[in-house]
């Protein structure tokens, strides 16, 4: 077993402290937040924790051989650098850093010291994308011509990041592990109805060389919550529904193709294929169970995780990418290389 430190219990703390619990191969030694209402929490829920404001102190246990970090965004970089330093395997809640610099100097830091740097990326550890991953890489869906993502709500309003940054990371993530190209510039719009708060609308479309576009909505101003994404293939195509009970993922035989004229050289026919839906079998353990399992493999056997540093990485150049696109009210902007 692995001695794991949890920093952070608001909202993500508590699933992180359960599921290292709940997996019978990791001991939750240590919990710090701010706030001493939910260390008392903590320490109700599971009798034995130690309990601290201080992240130093959780960080320069020796008996500790891992971090789990889950607070905002902007202590992310000071955090999880100093628990490299100090010789602990690190999980930070995404996005990985608030600048693509600091993800990094957290990887080099990491590779220096021959440690695990791990991004919680946690749809990437769903069934449902699991699934898709699959048959995009067994060549089900053929060539992807796009990629269209919703994920809209109501609230919850971030104070230090925008709605992209809450939200569309989510959505970026999925796309940089199932996808078997990168995008390469971004083009952004979005809005602040919110006096004094980020923006809350956003509209952002990657661009790809390749024959492949890709388009994110996301919004915190929605009267319903809505987490769909299309993934469109000259084969098949998915319709996957974060909040579908059972169907999550549907497959459909349709698209079109185009048949040459001879005798109308300036016309193509259009021939339009409808074939069957199936709905595959999906893994409905917990996502986050798989993740905290996985990051306990890779410490223990020394691998590099699904969600590494430079996954976390390649999200947060687009993010910043974004971020550009979205002050100059939709300019595309060439994402900066790996």
Same mark, same amino acid.
């Given at each position: 077993?692995?001695?794991?430190?949890?920093?952070?219990?608001?909202?993500?703390?508590?699933?992180?402290? #359960?599921? =290292?619990?709940?997996?019978?191969?990791? $001991?939750?030694?240590w919990?710090?937040?701010? !706030?001493?209402?939910r260390l008392?929490e903590?320490? !109700?829920?599971?009798?034995g924790? /130690?309990?601290? #404001?201080?992240?130093?102190?959780?960080?320069?246990?020796?008996?500790?051989?891992?971090?789990?970090?889950?607070?905002?965004?902007?202590?992310?970089?000071?955090?999880?650098?100093? +628990?490299?330093?100090a010789?602990?395997?690190?999980?930070?809640?995404?996005?990985?850093?608030?600048?693509?610099?600091?993800?990094?100097?957290?990887?080099?830091?990491a590779?220096?010291?021959?440690?695990v740097?791990?991004?919680?990326?946690?749809f990437?550890?769903?069934?449902?994308?699991?699934?898709?991953?699959?048959?995009?890489?067994?060549?089900?869906?053929g060539h992807?011509?796009?990629?269209?993502?919703?994920?809209?709500?109501?609230?919850? =309003?971030?104070?230090?990041?925008?709605?992209?940054?809450?939200?569309?990371?989510?959505?970026?993530?999925?796309?940089?592990?199932?996808?078997?190209?990168?995008?390469?510039?971004?083009?952004?719009?979005?809005?602040?109805?919110?006096?004094?708060?980020?923006?809350?609308?956003?509209?952002?479309?990657?661009?790809?060389?390749?024959?492949?576009?890709?388009? =994110?909505?996301?919004?915190?101003?929605?009267p319903?919550?809505?987490?769909?994404?299309l993934?469109?293939?000259?084969?098949?195509?998915? @319709?996957?529904?974060?909040?579908?009970?059972?169907?999550?993922? /549907?497959?459909?035989?349709?698209?079109?193709?185009?048949?040459? #004229?001879?005798? $109308?050289?300036?016309?193509?026919?259009?021939?339009?294929?409808?074939g069957?839906?199936?709905?595959?079998?999906?893994? $409905?353990?917990?996502?986050?169970?798989?993740?905290?399992?996985?990051?306990?493999?890779? @410490?223990?056997r020394?691998?590099?995780?699904?969600?590494?540093?430079?996954?976390?990485?390649?999200?947060? #150049?687009?993010?910043?990418?974004?971020?550009?696109?979205?002050?100059? !009210?939709?300019?595309?902007?060439?994402i +900066?290389?790996?």
């Amino acid at each position: 077993m692995i001695g794991v430190g949890v920093i952070g219990y608001g909202y993500w703390g508590p699933n992180l402290v #359960r599921n =290292f619990v709940e997996s019978g191969r990791a $001991r939750v030694l240590w919990v710090c937040d701010l !706030r001493d209402e939910r260390l008392g929490e903590a320490a !109700r829920r599971h009798p034995g924790l /130690k309990t601290t #404001r201080d992240p130093r102190e959780l960080i320069h246990d020796p008996a500790l051989d891992a971090v789990a970090i889950a607070t905002p965004v902007s202590s992310h970089y000071p955090l999880a650098l100093e +628990a490299l330093e100090a010789g602990k395997h690190v999980l930070v809640e995404k996005p990985l850093a608030a600048t693509a610099d600091d993800c990094r100097r957290l990887i080099d830091a990491a590779q220096k010291r021959r440690l695990v740097l791990m991004v919680d990326h946690t749809f990437v550890y769903t069934g449902a994308v699991r699934k898709i991953k699959l048959l995009l890489d067994e060549g089900e869906l053929g060539h992807v011509c796009y990629y269209d993502s919703v994920r809209v709500n109501l609230g919850l =309003f971030q104070h230090d990041v925008n709605v992209l940054w809450d939200l569309a990371v989510h959505d970026l993530a999925i796309m940089d592990h199932v996808l078997p190209t990168l995008p390469s510039a971004v083009s952004v719009t979005g809005i602040a109805n919110v006096a004094g708060q980020p923006v809350n609308v956003a509209y952002l479309t990657c661009l790809f060389e390749t024959n492949t576009i890709a388009h =994110f909505h996301v919004n915190w101003l929605a009267p319903v919550k809505v987490r769909r994404t299309l993934v469109g293939g000259d084969r098949r195509m998915i @319709v996957y529904d974060d909040l579908e009970p059972d169907q999550k993922i /549907k497959v459909y035989d349709k698209g079109v193709s185009l048949e040459e #004229r001879p005798d $109308r050289v300036y016309n193509m026919l259009v021939n339009y294929r409808t074939g069957d839906m199936w709905a595959p079998y999906l893994d $409905r353990t917990e996502a986050l169970r798989h993740e905290a399992l996985h990051f306990v493999d890779c @410490v223990t056997r020394h691998e590099t995780p699904l969600t590494d540093g430079e996954a976390g990485l390649r999200v947060v #150049r687009i993010l910043e990418a974004a971020n550009t696109s979205l002050a100059s !009210r939709g300019r595309p902007v060439a994402i +900066a290389p790996a």
